[in-house]
């Protein structure tokens, strides 16, 4: 029998120019402990389980992010991906298109680190 080693927070952090079927894992692996985050202007963010958009939405660079209707969507390395819930540090947990409408973006939006 071997045993896996323990997931560390560095290892929940998302990288966002992996592909999209692997963050999705990823995050699903890490919900609800230790929790997948990733960084916006210096602030870390918890990410809960996102989803796969079937869009082939290729502008978006790996980390930006976009508001398109009711959706949150995020670039990867393959394709875009659809936030759920966030919870920014010390903030509660909202869904993410909430979220992004309460930054304020400018058009050319934010990135993901």
Known sequence: MSLAPKITAEDARV??????????????????????????DGTRVKLW?????????????????RVKG???LVGTGTQPVQLGDVQAHGKRRM???????????????????
């Open 70 to 72: 009711p959706l949150a």
């Open 95 to 113: 869904p993410a298109a909430d979220w992004l409408r309460g930054l304020r973006l400018g058009p050319s939006g934010a990135v993901l680190s």
């Open 49 to 65: 389980p996102v989803a796969g958009t079937g869009a082939d939405d290729h502008d978006l660079a790996p980390g930006q992010l």
């Open 15 to 40: 990288r966002w120019g992996d592909p999209a079927v692997a963050i999705g894992r990823l995050v699903r692996a890490c919900t609800p402990a230790p929790g997948a985050w990733t960084v916006l």
